[in-house]
């Protein structure tokens, strides 16, 4: 079972920034495609935004964070972030990430993993 440990939540102001990282014990994360889901209190998870395996090159991004948040891989330090700018209140929730072998991005973001592993997630909160 793939072990992955989110950080980088936060309590921050509307316009404010934060920025995820999503990591691995024991095993790579550069040969899986990676995705970001968020879950608002009341709320069903939703994929944020996803990116490839191969070079990172595919990405997908959840049509109200485009332009505003942007994913990436650090192969060397064997994570995944989540660079979020403009933060608005509506971004608030448990941002969890997931590995998933597959070259279908879109589709692991709009449906999730078909493994579910969820770690404990970071929670981000966007608050006055």
């Known amino acids: 079972q793939l072990q992955l440990v989110e950080s980088g939540g936060d309590l921050v102001q509307p316009g404010g920034s934060l920025r995820l990282s999503c990591g691995a014990s024991?095993?790579?994360?550069?040969?899986?495609?990676i995705g970001w889901f968020r879950q608002a209190p009341g709320k069903e998870r939703e994929g944020v935004s996803c990116?490839?395996?191969?070079?990172?090159?595919?990405?997908h991004y959840l049509d109200s964070v485009k332009g505003r948040f942007t994913i990436s891989r650090d192969y060397f330090k064997n994570t995944v972030s989540l660079q979020m700018n403009n933060l608005k209140t509506e971004d608030t929730a448990v941002y969890y990430c997931?590995?998933?072998?597959?070259?279908?991005?879109?589709?692991?973001?709009?449906?999730?993993?078909?493994?579910?592993?969820w770690g404990q997630g970071t929670r981000v909160t966007v608050s006055k």
């Open positions: 997931a590995a998933e072998k597959t070259t279908d991005i879109q589709g692991l973001c709009v449906h999730g993993p078909l493994v579910d592993s």
């Open positions: 990116i490839s395996a191969s070079g990172g090159v595919v990405t």
């Open positions: 024991g095993f790579s994360l550069n040969s899986y495609s």
